[in-house]
């Protein structure tokens, strides 16, 4: 495996930044044409927008951090901030994480609770937005298959290296 950073500054449409990729992405399938290609995002439709359009061969996996995160807001959208919702979520993102099938237990776990717990207007609205994200996100979080074969789940590396200054 290997990691290069690439960026340019913020403009609108990432133009600039689409094309120094895809240039740096062909030159390096180019040279690995056997290789295993990842494409490594969060949850933002722009990524799996441009992985359709320029990587549909790639194994594709959502951040496993953006997951985590989406998975607390769920916990406290269920329990309020607390031992229980921190509970649910280690829980959770263990399964997630570690086992298989763990997305598609952890949809009917959300199911269970915000068909039985009694929630606020805003707290179900919560739950139901991150609901959608995980159930429209399922193929991109197999994170068991993912580990077991290999591949990266987490982006971190790459965003902590975007946060230096050089």
Same mark, same amino acid.
């Given at each position: 495996?290997?990691?290069?950073?690439?960026?340019?500054?913020?403009?609108?449409?990432?133009?600039?930044?689409?094309?120094?990729?895809?240039?740096?992405?062909?030159?390096?399938?180019?040279?690995y044409?056997?290789?295993?290609?990842?494409?490594?995002?969060?949850?933002?439709?722009?990524?799996?927008?441009?992985?359709?359009?320029?990587?549909?061969?790639?194994?594709?996996?959502?951040?496993?951090?953006?997951?985590?995160?989406?998975?607390?807001?769920?916990a406290? /959208?269920?329990?309020?901030?607390?031992?229980?919702? *921190?509970a649910? @979520?280690? +829980?959770?993102?263990?399964? #997630?994480?570690?086992?298989?099938?763990?997305?598609?237990?952890?949809?009917?776990?959300?199911?269970?609770?915000?068909?039985?717990a009694?929630?606020? /207007?805003?707290?179900?609205?919560?739950?139901?937005? *991150?609901?959608n @994200?995980? +159930?429209q996100?399922?193929? #991109?979080?197999?994170?068991?298959?993912?580990?077991?074969?290999?591949?990266?789940?987490?982006?971190g590396v790459?965003?902590?290296?975007?946060?230096?200054?050089?």
């Amino acid at each position: 495996m290997h990691t290069e950073y690439l960026g340019t500054m913020p403009e609108a449409g990432k133009a600039t930044f689409a094309q120094r990729f895809t240039t740096r992405v062909d030159q390096v399938k180019a040279r690995y044409p056997h290789a295993l290609h990842v494409c490594l995002g969060d949850g933002a439709p722009w990524n799996w927008e441009f992985f359709a359009t320029h990587y549909p061969e790639a194994v594709w996996v959502l951040d496993f951090y953006h997951a985590a995160t989406h998975l607390h807001t769920a916990a406290e /959208a269920l329990f309020g901030p607390g031992p229980a919702a *921190e509970a649910y @979520y280690e +829980r959770w993102r263990t399964t #997630l994480r570690d086992e298989d099938g763990g997305v598609t237990r952890l949809l009917r776990s959300l199911l269970y609770y915000r068909n039985r717990a009694p929630l606020s /207007a805003r707290a179900q609205r919560t739950l139901d937005t *991150e609901f959608n @994200y995980f +159930r429209q996100h399922v193929q #991109l979080m197999q994170y068991a298959d993912f580990r077991a074969a290999g591949l990266p789940i987490g982006s971190g590396v790459t965003e902590a290296g975007c946060k230096e200054r050089v």
